[in-house]
Structure formats: C-alpha cells, structure tokens
C-alpha cells in the first residue's frame, strides 16, 4: 500500500498538470505537511489568507490526486502554521510563497472585493466593446498616461464591471500601485459612516492616497449634494496628482441627470466610451468562452439556439447557459435541443415580444414628454420632430411596415418616413445623445 507522504509527493505532477506551472509555483512550492495518518492529511499554510485561498480553489483538486494514488479517499485539512505550532513555543518560519507578487496581488485582489475571474484573457471582445476593451487594456498598462478619466457607459449586464476589475487585477499583478476599486454605492456608505465616527480624514486617505480609484455606477451619486462634493474634491487631488480614475454609468456624462454640471466636465475630461449589446458572433463567442471556463461540452446547436434568444444582456446569456448545464447534470440527462428549450422556456418566451406602432408612439412620446397627437400633429418644432422621426425610424427598424403604413400612421406620405430614416441614422453617427436615445428606447422596447 502507498503511504500517504509518497502519494502525495506522486500527485505533485498530476495538480501541476492540472492548475499550470505559474499557479503550482505561487501556491504549491512551499506548502508543507504536518500531520499524516492512513486516511487523514494535513497540510500547513502561511497565513489566514493562503489557507482560505487553497480551500476555495485546490482543495477538491488535491482530494481527487490523492484519490487516484491512493485509491482511497482521503480527508485533506488546511490549517496555518501557527495554529500548529506556536502553541508549543515554537516560532512559525518564514514561507517564500507569502512573499511573491503573485501572491501579493491574489491577496490584494481578495482584499478589495475583486473577482478573480475578472480578467482581460476572459474577456469576449467584439464590434459591440472592442473600443471600451481596448482603452481599458490601455490604460491597464500605463496608468494615468493613456486616458484620465476613462468613463465606460452602456446598460447593465454588458461587460463594464468585468472590464473595470480586468483593469484593476492586471494593475495589482504587474505593478505595485495601489488601487481602490468601488461602486458608488459603497463610496457613499463609507463616507457616511465617515461623518457619523467623525474620521472624514481617514476616509479621504483611503480615496485621495492611491494610484488608481476605479468606481462602478457613478449615476448613483446624483441622490447625494454631500457625495458629489467629497467626489469633487476627490477626483480633484487624485488628478492633480496624475492619478488614474476608471468610472462606470449606465449613460453618458452629459446624460447624468442631477450630477452637477463641475463633474459632468470633469467627465468628460479624458476618454469616454460606450459598450453595446453583442451582436450574435459575439454571444456565441461568449457562450464557448464559459463553456471552456466551466469545462463542460456544450454542442454549437445549443450554444447558437441560446444566443439567438438572448440577445441583450450577457449575465442573461452565461445565465442561460449555466441554466441548461446544471439541469443536464442533475437530471442525468445529456445536453440537447429539446432540453434547452424545455428549460428556456420562460426566457425565451420573455425574449419574444411584438412590438406595434401604437407601442412605439406611446414610449417615445413619454421618453420625450409629449403626447401621442404631437407625434401625429403638423407641428415641425424641434421638440416635436424630432420625437417623430425618431419613432419613424424605429418603427421601420423592429416592425415589417411599409413606408406608405408608417406615413399613414404620423399623417405623413411615405417620403418623409424615407427622409426622417435617413436622417436618424445619420444623426446616430454624429451624436453621442441621439444614439444614446436610440438605444434607451430599443432597451425599453426590447424588455
């Protein structure tokens, strides 16, 4: 029978094989066993932090190297060192490993609340971000020379929160700046247990003595005149000092409503970006991305009938995916065409909508705060035509309407839907607000 100590030293090769060269050098080096016996291992770590990190990532890799030695299983524990020793008087000795850079940004990268997955290798990138992605990737690499701000928009569940923390993890693992990486949520939070504790200073350390400040969803900070200015000044010092800022909305600067017009300028300052819904190429792309992450065989059948249903938002679409997965698993059923529609159904069936004339009058009527008989009138203002061309124009675009129908539906002739379609399409490429309109209303059409 294999002792444990030599099953042990024959898995090293396997879990090498297993999590790659760099990711055994940073974690699996200098880690050391203290106690065996027949069925039960136990293995001894640096600190808190490397013994949380080798649970959650190594430990049903290094049971199931065991398992194949040995042909048992074996109960594996993961304690720290001075937990087993310090006890007896004896002083734990220094571990080569707690002094990496990789381990030191793994660490950082928990202490922030950084997802580790978040990286620019798992990133999708295709016609819909690759503008977003490659200022990111930018200003990863040479930060506050390439673009500061960087301001990154576009609806939820497209990728800005994946790109935001790319840029933060690659900082961490290639440099030694210091980052701070929060929604506007927590920024707000912070500051006012701040107030209330009467430590205003050391909050204004943590955000104002760093190299980078990356913060999510800065449209939240319009409910608060007392956010905004600690923002202010914030963003500031940090600038002044040629320090990097990443910001994220759901809409461009100029369309914040309630930030004060000082930081919508100061937004603007750098480069801004948008992220768009991906086309299908795209979401196919992304579907294999998660299948290859998640180690699982999916058929391209599958892969391309869920990304022709979810069209949108890409937590939608990985969700989608885990969905069909995990009831294939459990189930022991194999992963198929009928399955997937089985277990799709009420996505897709929220994923096909019918969208009317009079439905798309109505939302950009109230989009623009008139009525639907402004929209029907001979009005020619600005503030009415506008609208009308605009419903013109996505009325041709998500309804199969003639242009004779379309006219007949605005008291117009089939000339001025020609012209007003023409016209929009122009005004999307030269007008950041126009093409954030449009797509506001697509979004809200589309839900």
């Keep these: 029978m294999t002792s444990l100590l030599q099953a042990w030293q024959n898995a090293q090769s396997s ?11 940073t974690w699996f080096v200098h880690l050391n066993i203290a106690e065996q016996a027949q069925d039960h291992l136990v293995l001894i770590t640096p600190d808190e932090f490397f013994k949380n990190w080798m649970v959650e990532h190594y430990l049903d890799i290094i049971g199931a190297a065991l398992r194949e030695e040995t042909g048992r299983n074996i109960v594996v524990d993961i304690h720290i060192r001075k937990d087993l020793l310090c006890a007896a008087g004896e002083r734990p000795s220094a571990v080569t490993t707690a002094s990496t850079p990789e381990y030191a940004a793994a660490k950082k990268t928990r202490t922030l609340n950084l997802q580790p997955r978040f990286t620019f290798n798992n990133f999708v990138v295709g016609n819909s971000n690759r503008m977003a992605y490659a200022a990111s990737r930018a200003v990863a690499n040479d930060p506050a020379k390439a673009y500061n701000p960087l301001f990154i928009y576009g609806q939820s569940g497209l990728g800005k929160t994946h790109l935001m923390q790319s840029i933060a993890n690659y900082i961490l693992e290639t440099n030694d700046k210091t980052c701070a990486y929060v929604s506007s949520e927590q920024f707000a939070n912070e500051l006012i247990g701040a107030i209330q504790n009467k ?42 000092n040629h320090k990097q800022i990443i910001i994220s909305s759901d809409r461009p600067p100029k369309e914040l409503s309630g930030i004060e017009d000082r930081l919508v300028t100061r937004f603007c300052w750098g480069l801004t970006t948008d992220i768009q819904p991906p086309d299908l190429e795209t979401r196919v792309a992304i579907l294999r991305k998660k299948t290859e992450l998640e180690k699982v065989k999916v058929p391209d059948d599958i892969i391309y009938f869920i990304a022709e249903q979810i069209k949108t938002n890409i937590r939608e679409l990985e969700g989608a995916m885990i969905r069909v997965v995990a009831s294939s698993l459990l189930e022991e059923k194999p992963v198929s065409l009928n399955l997937a529609k089985t277990v799709l159904k009420d996505m897709i069936q929220g994923s096909i909508k019918i969208v009317s004339v009079e439905m798309i009058q109505q939302v950009v009527a109230e989009h623009y705060k008139i009525t639907i008989n402004d929209l029907k009138s001979k009005k020619r203002t600005q503030n009415i035509a506008l609208p009308r061309q605009i419903a013109m124009y996505l009325i041709r675009k998500l309804t199969r309407h003639s242009l004779p129908e379309i006219g ?9 839907v020609m012209h007003s379609y023409k016209k929009i399409e122009e005004d999307i490429n030269n007008s950041a607000e126009i093409k954030y309109s449009i797509e506001k209303l697509f979004q809200i059409l589309n839900q």
Excluded: C
């Design 15 to 25: 879990i090498k094989t297993k999590i790659g060269d760099h990711a055994y050098t």
């Design 408 to 416: 007949n539906a605005f008291g117009k002739d089939h000339t001025t």
């Design 199 to 240: 430590s205003t200073g050391a909050f204004r350390k943590k955000f104002r003595h760093i190299d980078v400040l990356l913060i999510d969803d800065i449209q939240f900070i319009s409910k608060s005149p007392t956010m905004q200015e600690e923002f202010f000044h914030t963003f500031n010092d940090l600038h002044n």
